[in-house]
């Protein structure tokens, strides 16, 4: 089964306006961490924001913020203020932490900021 | 601030080569992961390592092997290319102990290209 799920394959949206990308994920495990990464056409991953399970307010890092619902197994990514650099694709990621240490990686979602 | 660095950035090899893929990671982080990802394919995670040891383990060919020496850099040797192995090879590094679910850090990747 999957672990996370992207259902958002691609996203068209206007320069200025917000951006949530989708992401669901499923686990059992009570501790764990989900990460959000962003990866533009040169390739490189570049890491945005963390998550933990235990925490209790939304993370947030300048633009970006996840948008937890623990009960629905949610962690969405906020973008405010979209800008044409945030064009890339976008990975939603998980770790658990009572289990092996890998992180995993939804499909992820094509996002293009129009001019 | 210093980053996972990741050599060669680019490597073209014939099938049936070797290749070596370097990777070092942030400083005090001590756990290492490689990932895989093909053309428009989200990362497959390979292998991992935690204090030089082998921690955990996913769908790496045998054809590969890996380590992590006592500096903490890693490396992943590939024997018998095929042209299936073409893909982009990330490393990622992150620390244990209070931090360990809050970083995972991506190096820039090494394109390899079997031909």
């Known amino acids: 089964a999957q672990k996370i799920t992207q259902t958002q394959p691609g996203m068209f949206v206007q320069e200025k306006e917000a951006v949530t990308l989708d992401c669901t994920y499923d686990?059992?495990?009570?501790?764990?961490?989900l990460f959000w990464y962003k990866q533009p056409s040169s390739g490189e991953m570049i890491f945005l924001i963390y998550?933990?399970?235990?925490?209790?307010q939304n993370a947030t890092e300048g633009r970006y913020s996840l948008n937890f619902q623990k009960a629905r197994k949610s962690a969405n990514l906020v973008i405010s203020a979209s800008q044409l650099g945030d064009s890339a694709m976008y990975f939603c990621?998980?770790?658990?932490?009572?289990?092996?240490?890998?992180?995993?990686f939804g499909k992820g979602t094509r996002l293009h900021i129009l001019p | 601030a210093a980053g996972v660095i990741q050599s060669p950035r680019h490597l073209i090899k014939e099938k049936r080569e070797t290749a070596t893929l370097k990777c070092y990671p942030i400083?005090?982080?001590?756990?290492v992961y490689w990932y895989q990802q093909g053309p428009g394919q989200d990362p497959q995670f390979l292998i991992s390592?935690?204090?030089?040891?082998?921690?955990d383990k996913g769908s790496i060919p045998d054809r590969f092997s890996a380590q992590q020496f006592s500096d903490y850099h890693s490396e992943l040797n590939m024997s018998s290319l095929e042209l299936g192995d073409s893909a982009l090879y990330f490393c990622?590094?992150?620390?244990?102990?209070?931090?360990?679910?809050?970083?995972?850090?991506f190096g820039q990747g090494t394109r390899l290209t079997v031909v």
């Open positions: 400083p005090r982080h001590d756990t």
């Open positions: 998550q933990g399970s235990y925490d209790e």
């Open positions: 686990t059992s495990d009570q501790s764990y961490g």
């Open positions: 990621a998980m770790r658990e932490e009572n289990r092996d240490d890998k992180i995993i």
């Open positions: 390592f935690y204090e030089k040891m082998q921690s």
């Open positions: 990622a590094s992150s620390p244990r102990g209070e931090k360990k679910n809050t970083e995972a850090f």
